[in-house]
């Protein structure tokens, strides 16, 4: 559970999100269009929405770890 969310989740899913948002910035500012660089951006969130359901899963959870992975998710999709 530590594992899935202290690295997974808030490690390499904020990575992966902030990664995608940078390319989706650099996309539209080239000229592309809006729907390929919305599609960027949100590309990262099935991934965000299998993490939160792990989380939710898990047997040893705590209220605190499933309210931070929402809060998590609430970020990550605006970022």
């Known amino acids: 559970m ?7 989740m808030l490690g390499v899913g904020t990575a992966v999100n902030v990664l995608a948002t940078f ?10 269009s809006s ?3 919305v599609t960027i951006h949100f590309a990262p969130l099935p991934y965000n929405i299998f993490l939160i359901a792990v989380i939710g899963r ?3 959870r ?4 499933v309210i931070g992975s929402f ?3 609430a970020v990550m999709t605006v970022v």
């Open 2 to 8: 530590r594992t899935v969310f202290w690295r997974d």
């Open 23 to 32: 390319v989706a910035f650099m996309v539209a500012s080239q000229g592309a």
């Open 35 to 37: 729907w390929i660089a």
């Open 58 to 60: 898990a047997s040893p």
């Open 62 to 65: 705590s209220r605190l770890t």
């Open 71 to 73: 809060a998590w998710l």
